[in-house]
């Protein structure tokens, strides 16, 4: 055995001596096949069709991993398993490739019931899932900082493109799909949680959008469910801001923080409201109906006092008074027509609320409009006992 293997070394010694050119041409040729090989390899048990050969279900859950990215709107974007399974930079992709002949050998030696259990747990609980894809990895795309940082931070690339991710670079890839920097920009759908600030309490993406990938869907919808158990349980951590709802005089406090301390986050979104800030238009007439606030705001869950929401609106306490040529002055009084009825009795149906838009003539008010509605000698006094109306105070 030695001796052959003698004798081998022997004869490629005699053929470098006698062809030293050829020699250096043949190892070149050698070393870039190598390479090639290698690199080969490493693009051929990246790709999804490789993954499939033990991930191979053709239905959403464990083992249905590469079916399940098929149909979401990352693989049409071509953001493939190694982007997301892997941390960006070249020793990332290196050390995923790695992990990825520790699945190999366990695929080998350990039962079946180990991979199902690793998938479930997996697909499942949010803090596993973090630990597989963390935030760096997501941010990497969906943020101009991040890339900007670990792109001067960490080898990107050695001359080859393994991977969608290398070439990565931020504004401009996020912009050439529409994104919006997540942490800085506008979302462009209904709902905006505010990702900076759910990131700076270590709150990870897949804590919101656990199966971003392998969800099923194209489009990955966040189940909100996820945000009314996190806020319970880590609830003193937690200040809703408060909303100011609508501008100028009408406008309306809203306490989120009180809220949530009494309601679960379904109990208003979304059947009362959207998750973003001005979404509800609001009118006078909604009041009293079972829509927005008013669905508890009635007197029977909490309570319809104007002034509890509205700082400014409420009845005036003093009289109205309308001038009128030749007759004593008409004196309206608030307080003494609130004590009987609602606002929305005479609000906005018949008056908004401000003095002097309406133009009233008696002739409307004897033919049952504004005043006359109820002054018709049936609800009210008439509207020609002229001096209960024009009054000399
Ligand atoms: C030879 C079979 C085999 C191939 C091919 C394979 N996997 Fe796996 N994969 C496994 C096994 C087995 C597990 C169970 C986890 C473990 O034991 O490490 C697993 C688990 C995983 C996990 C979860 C890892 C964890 O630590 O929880 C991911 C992610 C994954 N595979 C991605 C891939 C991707 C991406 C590819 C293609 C590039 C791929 N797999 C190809 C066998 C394979
Ligand atoms: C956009 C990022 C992204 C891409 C692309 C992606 N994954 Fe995942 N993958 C995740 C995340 C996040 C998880 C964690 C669990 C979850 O959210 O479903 C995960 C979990 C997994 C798991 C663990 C078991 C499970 O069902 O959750 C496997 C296996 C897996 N991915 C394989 C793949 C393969 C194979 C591909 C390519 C065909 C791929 N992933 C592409 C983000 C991605
Ligand atoms: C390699 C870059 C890349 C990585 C890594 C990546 N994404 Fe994406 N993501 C994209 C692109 C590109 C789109 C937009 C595709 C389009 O609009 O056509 C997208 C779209 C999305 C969307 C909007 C679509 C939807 O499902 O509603 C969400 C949410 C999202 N990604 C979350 C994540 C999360 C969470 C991670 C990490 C687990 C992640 N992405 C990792 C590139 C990436
Ligand atoms: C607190 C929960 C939460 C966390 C944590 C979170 N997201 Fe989101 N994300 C959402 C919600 C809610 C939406 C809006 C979804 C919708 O409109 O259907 C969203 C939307 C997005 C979008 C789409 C933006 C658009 O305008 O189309 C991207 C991309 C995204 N998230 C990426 C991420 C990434 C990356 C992380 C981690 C760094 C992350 N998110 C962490 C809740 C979260
Ligand atoms: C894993 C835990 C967790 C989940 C899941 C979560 N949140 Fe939060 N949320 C927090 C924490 C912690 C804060 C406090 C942040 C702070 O005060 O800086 C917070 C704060 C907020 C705030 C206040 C932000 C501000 O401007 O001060 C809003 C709004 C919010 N979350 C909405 C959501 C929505 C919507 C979802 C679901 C899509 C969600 N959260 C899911 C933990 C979570
Ligand atoms: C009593 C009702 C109520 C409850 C309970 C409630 N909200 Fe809201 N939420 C609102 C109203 C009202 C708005 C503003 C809507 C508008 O202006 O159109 C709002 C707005 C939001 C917004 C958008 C904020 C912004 O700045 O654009 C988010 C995010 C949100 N809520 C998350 C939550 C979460 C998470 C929970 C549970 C922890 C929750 N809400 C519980 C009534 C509620
Ligand atoms: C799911 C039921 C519910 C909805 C919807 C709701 N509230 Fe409330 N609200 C309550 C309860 C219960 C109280 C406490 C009892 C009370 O004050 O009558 C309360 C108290 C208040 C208070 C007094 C305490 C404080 O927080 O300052 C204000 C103001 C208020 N709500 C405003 C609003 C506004 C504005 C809206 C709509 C944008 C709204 N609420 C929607 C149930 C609700
Ligand atoms: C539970 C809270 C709440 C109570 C109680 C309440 N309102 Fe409002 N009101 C609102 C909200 C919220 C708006 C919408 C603000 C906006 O978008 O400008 C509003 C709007 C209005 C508007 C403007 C409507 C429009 O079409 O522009 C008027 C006027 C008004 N309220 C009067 C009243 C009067 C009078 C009362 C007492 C009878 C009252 N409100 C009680 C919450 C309340
Ligand atoms: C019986 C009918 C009636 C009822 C009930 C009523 N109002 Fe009025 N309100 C009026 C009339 C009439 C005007 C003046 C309209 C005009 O001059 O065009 C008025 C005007 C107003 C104005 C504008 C005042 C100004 O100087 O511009 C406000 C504010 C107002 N009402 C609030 C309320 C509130 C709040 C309630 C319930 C607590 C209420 N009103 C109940 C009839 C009523
Ligand atoms: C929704 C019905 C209603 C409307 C609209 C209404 N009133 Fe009255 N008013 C009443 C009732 C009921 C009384 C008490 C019964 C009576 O005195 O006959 C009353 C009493 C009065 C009184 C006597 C009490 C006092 O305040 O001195 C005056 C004056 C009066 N109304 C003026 C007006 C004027 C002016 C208008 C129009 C600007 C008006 N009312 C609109 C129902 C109405
Ligand atoms: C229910 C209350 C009420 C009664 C009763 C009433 N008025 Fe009036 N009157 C008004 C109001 C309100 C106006 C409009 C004031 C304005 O807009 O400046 C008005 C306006 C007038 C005007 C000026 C506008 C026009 O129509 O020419 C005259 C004149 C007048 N009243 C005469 C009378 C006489 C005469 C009677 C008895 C037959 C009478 N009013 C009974 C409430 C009343």
Request: net charge positive.
């Amino acid at each position: 055995m030695f001796k052959f293997i003698g004798s081998v070394v022997q004869q490629i010694k005699d053929f470098i001596v006698k062809n030293p050119k050829l020699s250096i041409l043949i190892i070149f040729v050698l070393i870039v096949g190598w390479v090639f090989v290698s690199i080969e390899s490493l693009h051929l048990t990246s790709e999804p069709e490789f993954c499939q050969n033990c991930h191979p279900d053709n239905k959403p859950g464990p083992y249905g991993e590469v079916y399940t990215w098929k149909q979401n709107i990352h693989a049409k974007a071509e953001v493939k398993c190694l982007d997301c399974h892997g941390m960006p930079g070249f020793t990332g992709y290196m050390k995923a490739k790695i992990g990825g002949l520790r699945d190999l050998t366990n695929f080998v030696l350990k039962p079946r019931e180990h991979m199902t259990r690793i998938l479930n747990m997996a697909s499942t609980d949010p803090h596993y899932a973090a630990h597989l894809v963390p935030n760096d990895i997501c941010l990497f795309c969906h943020t101009d900082s991040y890339n900007q940082k670990i792109r001067s931070e960490k080898l990107m690339s050695v001359g080859v493109k393994f991977r969608k991710m290398d070439g990565v670079k931020n504004p401009e890839f996020r912009r050439s799909y529409g994104l919006p920097d997540i942490l800085t920009e506008k979302l462009r759908g209904d709902i905006d949680p505010n990702h900076k600030k759910h990131l700076d309490k270590d709150v990870n993406c897949v804590d919101c959008h656990l199966g971003v990938a392998h969800g099923g869907e194209f489009r990955n919808k966040v189940d909100l469910k996820r945000c009314a158990e996190c806020h319970e349980k880590r609830a003193s951590e937690i200040s809703m801001p408060d909303i100011k709802i609508g501008s100028g005089d009408t406008a309306a406090n809203f306490s989120h923080k009180n809220h949530t301390a009494m309601f679960k986050c379904d109990e208003c979104h979304m059947k009362l409201f959207q998750m973003k800030k001005g979404t509800a238009k609001i009118a006078f007439d909604d009041h009293g109906k079972d829509k927005f606030c008013y669905s508890c705001h009635n007197n029977k869950i909490a309570t319809f006092e104007c002034n509890k929401c509205h700082a400014k609106i409420g009845a005036p306490s003093t009289p109205i008074t309308y001038k009128t040529v030749g007759m004593a002055p008409v004196i309206f009084s608030h307080e003494f027509h609130t004590a009987i009825f609602n606002c929305n009795q005479c609000h906005t149906k018949i008056w908004p609320m401000k003095h002097g838009v309406k133009k009233m003539k008696m002739d409307d008010l004897y033919q049952g409009k504004y005043c006359g509605l109820c002054h018709n000698g049936k609800i009210a006094f008439a509207s020609t006992a002229c001096d209960k109306c024009h009054k000399q105070k």
